[in-house]
């Protein structure tokens, strides 16, 4: 090889020079290609299925939260924040980087409605619960129309006794929310009730999260999720 690329050297007319040199360039690269794809092979990217161990929240002041995972696909929640403790079980998947939970509260029954019927004018809420500490802090979601719309939702708040007192001629829909441990709002009326006195009593499941429309999203050994309902901050961290 080294004798027949001399003659080419030596020869007057450079293009057979410079065809030869770019052929072996062009193979050597390609052996060069094929020699690392065959020796260095590029990992791929695995997908995990499975999260095994304890995530715990990171960087919230004054808030301590966690959750526990299991290989079989279950999940266990904790959250202390001021004077609301909150847990949750249930089940999970994973879809690429994305944990979906499936919690085992059912969303939107935190209150039961005792009795209802058409009393004086107005609506009229009336929340009963065995601590009177609870009766405070529930936000009541009222509108025209079947469909929530923030533009034209109305909201007003329980007073020392539960109760609630709209002075308003028509309602559609009404929804109740307890603010301390807030989850997906329970519906008391729709469009087809037309009444307009309710009594209703706070359920256990207050304490739980039901998780709806929250996923975390995998981030090495750090879950991440946006603000929510109940975690409303920035920067949320869940790390292993």
């Known amino acids: 090889m080294k004798r027949r690329l001399r003659m080419y050297i030596c020869n007057d007319n ?13 193979l050597s690269s390609t052996l060069m290609i094929r020699c690392q794809s065959t020796t260095n092979p590029k990992p791929k990217k695995q997908s995990m299925t499975k999260l095994n161990g304890e995530y715990t929240l990171q960087g919230i002041h004054d808030m301590a939260a966690g959750f526990r995972f299991t290989p079989d696909g ?8 001021g004077a609301s403790d909150r847990n949750a079980t249930g ?19 935190d ?6 019927s058409k009393k004086g004018k107005g609506y009229t809420i009336q929340v ?23 533009t034209q939702t109305n909201s007003a708040e329980t007073d020392s006794k539960g109760m609630i007192h709209l002075d308003v001629d028509a309602i559609d ?34 304490g739980q999260v039901s998780f709806k429309g929250i996923d975390l999203f995998i981030k090495g050994d750090t879950l991440t999720c946006h603000p929510n309902y109940f975690m409303p901050f920035d920067n949320i961290r869940f790390v292993k």
Request: net charge negative; proline share 8%; hydrophobic share 35%.
């Open 128 to 150: 009963t619960a065995p601590n009177e500490y609870l009766l405070r802090n529930i936000l009541c979601f009222y509108f025209d129309g079947e469909t929530p719309d923030a």
């Open 111 to 116: 209150f039961k409605i005792d009795r209802q």
């Open 74 to 81: 279950k999940f266990e929640f904790f959250y202390i924040y």
């Open 173 to 206: 829909t009404i929804y109740l929310r307890h603010e301390i441990f807030p989850d997906i709002p329970t519906l008391i009326k729709d469009k087809a009730n037309a009444n307009n006195y309710f009594e209703v009593s706070l359920l256990p499941s207050l």
């Open 14 to 26: 450079p293009k057979p020079m410079t065809k030869i040199l770019f052929t072996i360039v062009l």
């Open 91 to 109: 089940t999970y998947t994973v879809e690429g980087d994305t944990v979906k939970l499936h919690s085992d509260k059912e969303p939107g029954k």
